[in-house]
Nanobody
């Protein structure tokens, strides 16, 4: 019903920057928010950031505040994550997610994109 495709991951040195993109397609009417989670090997998948589609209110996990910025382009059904001052502990697979509210609530996930930060 909804497809999410992430891009922009890669290898970067500590202190560097990276910009992730996630484009949504399919039945996107009723999108409530989009956001990012991440998962490192042996760790649980954890929350990174979300943005409300209507209004643009944002939420961040404490460890990325002041370093990451989430934004969106409603026309393109695309969400971005600007990642600055990257640290080795940011290394993970980053997953895009969308929550759609259309009578019922639906959650979809992208395939993930690898971010590796070297020290």
């Amino acid at each position: 019903q909804v497809q999410l495709v992430e891009s922009g991951g890669g290898l970067v040195q500590a202190g560097g920057s990276l910009r992730l993109s996630c484009a949504a397609s399919g039945r996107t009417v009723g999108t409530y928010l989009m956001g990012w989670f991440r998962q490192a090997p042996g760790k649980e998948r954890g929350f990174v950031a979300t943005i409300r589609w209507n209004g643009g209110s944002t939420s961040y996990t404490d460890s990325v505040k002041d370093r990451f910025t989430i934004s969106r382009d409603n026309t393109k059904n695309t969400v971005y994550l600007q990642m600055n001052s990257l640290k080795p502990e940011d290394t993970a697979v980053y997953y895009c997610t969308t929550q759609i509210r259309r009578g019922a609530h639906y959650t979809y996930w992208g395939q993930g994109t690898q971010v590796t930060v070297s020290s």
